[in-house]
């Protein structure tokens, strides 16, 4: 006579729904054999055009037929998913429909953050992080969950057990800017997205922030120890290393030309990164040579130094300076890391 009526939903959880119906009597069926089938289709709530729509489903409705209160559950839904379904009651005369019932699932965790979307750029003291959606929401994304950890640090003097914390970025922002950072350190961050049901899984990731030049001590044009004709003796004073631990220390002897007359801030920020050797700087046109390079294990506390002693250090030859010559004398600290240096200060 006509299809299931009165069909309501009673409950709808995040991946199940269940539907009601009104009884059946024999004037609806005409017959005490038949059957009811639920036919329903799915399409993710928000999904964009390019998601195809799922197949219609069909599967035989299991109740008991002398319940006053006949229902089906309908599981195995994708979560926050608009579902359109409808009953088919059929016998073997034929088939009648109910309406169509229309019914978004509830919303369950997401998915994880994809782990290939995580992006990070790293500098001394920061690590720039930036990352997608998930590619399953299951839901509105309400935020984002950012907990960091210092892991490991070429420098080993550095305490890292104050580098951890943890952000929260609302769903339209996907990215951080962490500060704070110890130069030459591994960090893990872990990544969490959340629904109004809570958080899904977590992706990991780690990332390196750069190393630092040594901070080197302050001088403030100190007298020599000692003067002679051919050389000066000064003070050199170990360097405090920043990300990573002072490999070696450079004499660099450059015989003084106008525009170095005026040690300001600018000369301060100058480094030799190219090791010239005495004999080669007049081939090179150079006015600045290597005198010394001495390994960290000699410079644990100061140490006077005689530039111009005729000696060799490092495989450089400390050559004796030219009376009536002016000079300038630096002193300059290199760190490395993975076979990675940063400009050296003097």
Not at 68 to 97: A, M, Y
Not at 182 to 196: D, E, K, L, N
Not at 249 to 276: F, K, M
Not at 282 to 291: D, E, G, P, V
Request: with cysteine; hydrophobic share 30%.
């Amino acid at each position: 006579m006509h299809g299931p009526r009165r069909l309501e939903v009673v409950d709808v959880q995040s991946k199940q729904m269940t539907v009601r119906w009104e009884p059946f009597g024999y004037n609806v069926t005409r017959c005490h054999s038949y059957n009811v089938t639920a036919q329903y289709h799915y399409r993710p709530a928000g999904a964009a055009s390019r998601e195809r729509v799922k197949e219609e489903v069909r599967e035989e409705v299991v109740y008991d037929p002398l319940s006053s209160v006949p229902q089906h559950t309908v599981r195995n839904l994708p979560p926050f998913t608009n579902v359109s379904l409808r009953l088919v009651l059929s016998n073997p005369e034929g088939r009648k429909e109910s309406e169509e019932l229309l019914v978004l699932t509830d919303e369950d965790v997401p998915g994880a953050v994809p782990v290939d979307s995580v992006v990070g750029s790293s500098y001394e003291q920061q690590i720039s992080l930036s990352w997608r959606e998930p590619l399953q929401t299951y839901g509105l994304i309400r935020q984002y969950e950012i907990s960091y950890k210092a892991l490991s640090s070429f420098d080993t003097e550095f305490d890292l057990s104050n580098q951890s914390g943890k952000v929260f970025k609302p769903t339209n922002e996907t990215s951080h800017v962490f500060t704070g950072l110890y130069p030459g350190s591994t960090y893990s961050f872990t990544i969490r997205a959340s629904t109004v049901k809570g958080f899904g899984p977590p992706v990991i990731t780690q990332f390196t922030t750069k190393i630092s030049a040594p901070l080197m001590p302050a001088y403030d044009q100190e007298s020599p120890l000692n003067q002679t004709d051919s050389t000066v003796t000064l003070l050199l004073r170990p360097a405090q290393s920043r990300g990573a631990p002072v490999s070696k220390y450079q004499v660099v002897v450059e015989e003084e030309r106008p525009r170095r007359h005026s040690r300001g801030t600018a000369e301060i920020l100058r480094c030799y990164p190219v090791p010239i050797h005495f004999q080669n700087a007049t081939l090179l046109n150079s006015q600045y040579y290597f005198s010394a390079e001495l390994p960290m294990s000699e410079m644990r506390s100061p140490i006077p130094f005689c530039v111009g002693d005729n000696r060799t250090y490092g495989g450089y030859w400390n050559a004796p300076l030219l009376p009536h010559k002016s000079y300038g004398i630096y002193y300059q600290a290199v760190s490395t890391a993975n076979g990675v240096s940063p400009p050296v200060l003097w």
